[in-house]
């Protein structure tokens, strides 16, 4: 293959190599380098087999930075952290003015907001592009959140809007916004995505240990779900687990698999976030927190034994379950506890970007997880029209559309989730919608007690709901005076 590529790519781990031969299938060459040689030799053999896609391997970083055209664009996918400010240091010995660095990791938005004012010292451009979809989706087709300089992004439009999952509306790919915004909205992606399976476990968990059903039961419901308002990648993969027959012994793999999650930090970047910004996102927090009690495998099985002994079961018989009714109300409890985590994530863009000047367009953010990304589902392409309607839309929660929904469903949502109390089934991530839900929509919260109780031992002040500024109440020596001019005493 003769001739300068398009573009580059360092890091050829799987999500590597095959969005680079995503990029060279879609007819620009690219040039491909890795520490480890073989990587290299790995993905210039796939090229081959996958079709003589135009892929040029290099062992060297600076003939792999010097065989891309001028203005020369390369893409670094490498573990978040000191591996990319290593891979930065090696590439821009060999960079000139001019060119561009786009990092497609999963990493902390201030770290690219750092990186990308330290290249320009050098006159370097920098992205930080969130990419989801898996290694199936950077193979056939990702979500890409590229932000940082506009200039930067028109280097590599051409590329990213073909090399993007393609919806009808378009790539599945923006402009997101300036410094860190890329990254920043891949994180609370990511976010949402933990939400939205901790609920779906949760919805299992229900049907499974409270309604009996069979794994072949359980695929039959989600492929049924699937094809309805619940349509989304997670509920098809949910559907296709079920299935599988495990190969090392009887019954069906799922059962088998550990009860314990894996995390990689992501989540609890959102949670931060979530607190450091003062946003409500217990739907969110919750399904963190139960990736934490999951880890805590020993102990659950020790606390299982001591609270059995004491006259516990583990989740008690309920007679005669309607099954049909029950699916049917884990259907609709789930639909209405996953718009709550995804306003919940929204409303966490939308104050970061007040915060930090980026404008974002979060109609915009929906429609691009609409294809390609974990969290793509049917219902982001109405997310996208409830924000087009009303830019400045102050909750998802409200909108007339989803409003009626969750009015409708709010009646099995309660019945799920005090049947689930009932026989002792925990549902932390629908219960958590639900009290956000039935939080929001109140006019008045017992927040005033609080207000007072933090007045009464720390002189902290209160407004009041019947005039204006801040007051402060005597309240111990009040409350004394009063009681001690009553006509008796307080019993205990």
Request: charged share 25%.
């Amino acid at each position: 293959m003769d001739g300068l590529s398009r573009i580059g790519l360092a890091g050829l781990a799987v999500m590597g190599q095959n969005l680079a031969l995503n990029i060279a299938e879609k007819g620009f060459p690219i040039s491909v380098y890795n520490r480890t040689a073989s990587k290299v030799d790995e993905t210039v053999e796939r090229a081959k087999v996958e079709g003589k896609l135009p892929v040029k391997g290099y062992y060297q970083p600076k003939e792999f930075v010097l065989s891309i055209q001028k203005p020369r664009c390369i893409i670094i996918l490498v573990k978040a952290g000191p591996p990319v400010d290593q891979t930065i240091e090696t590439l821009s010995q060999y960079l000139e003015k001019g060119d561009c660095i786009i990092d497609g990791g999963n990493e902390w938005y201030e770290n690219t907001e750092r990186r990308a004012a330290a290249v320009k010292t050098k006159g370097l451009l920098y992205l930080g592009m969130g990419v989801s979809g898996g290694e199936e989706g950077a193979r056939n087709g990702p979500s890409l959140m590229p932000g940082g300089t506009l200039e930067a992004y028109k280097y590599i439009e051409d590329i990213v809007r073909k090399v993007a999952a393609q919806v009808n509306d378009g790539p599945c790919v923006t402009y997101v916004g300036e410094g860190g915004a890329g990254n920043f909205v891949k994180m609370v992606h990511n976010g949402i995505e933990y939400g939205d399976m901790e609920l779906i476990a949760e919805a299992y968990d229900v049907l499974k240990s409270v309604g009996g059903l069979t794994n072949q039961e359980l695929h039959e419901t989600f492929a049924v779900w699937n094809r309805g308002e619940l349509e989304s990648f997670l509920i098809e993969i949910t559907a296709d687990i079920f299935l599988v027959k495990d190969d090392k012994g009887d019954g069906e793999l799922v059962d088998k698999v550990l009860d314990k999650t894996g995390m990689k930090g992501t989540g609890k970047w959102t949670v931060q976030q979530a607190a450091e910004l003062s946003i409500a996102a217990p739907t969110i927090a919750t399904s963190l927190d139960m990736r934490f009690l999951s880890g805590l495998k020993e102990e659950r099985v020790e606390a299982a034994k001591v609270f059995k002994q004491a006259g516990i079961t583990d989740i008690l018989t309920v007679k005669d379950i309607n099954k049909k009714e029950l699916i049917d109300n884990v259907r609709k409890a789930l639909y209405a506890s996953k718009i709550c985590s995804y306003a919940q994530g929204m409303n966490l863009i939308r104050a970061k970007s007040i915060e930090k000047g980026w404008n974002l367009d979060l109609g915009e953010l929906a429609r691009i997880w609409k294809g390609g990304c974990i969290i793509r589902a049917k219902f982001l392409d109405r997310i996208k029209q409830a924000y087009h309607r009303n830019p400045k839309l102050s909750s998802l929660l409200i909108d007339p559309e989803f409003a009626k929904e969750m009015v409708e469903r709010q009646g099995a949502w309660r019945k799920v989730v005090s049947l689930a109390i009932e026989v002792g089934v925990s549902t932390p991530g629908m219960s958590a919608s639900l009290a956000y839900f039935d939080t929001y929509r109140r006019s008045r919260l017992p927040a005033n007690l609080v207000q007072a109780q933090r007045d009464y031992f720390g002189a902290h002040t209160y407004e009041r709901i019947d005039t204006s500024g801040a007051f402060h109440t005597e309240w111990y020596k009040i409350s004394k005076k009063q009681l001690s001019t009553s006509d008796g005493s307080v019993k205990a």
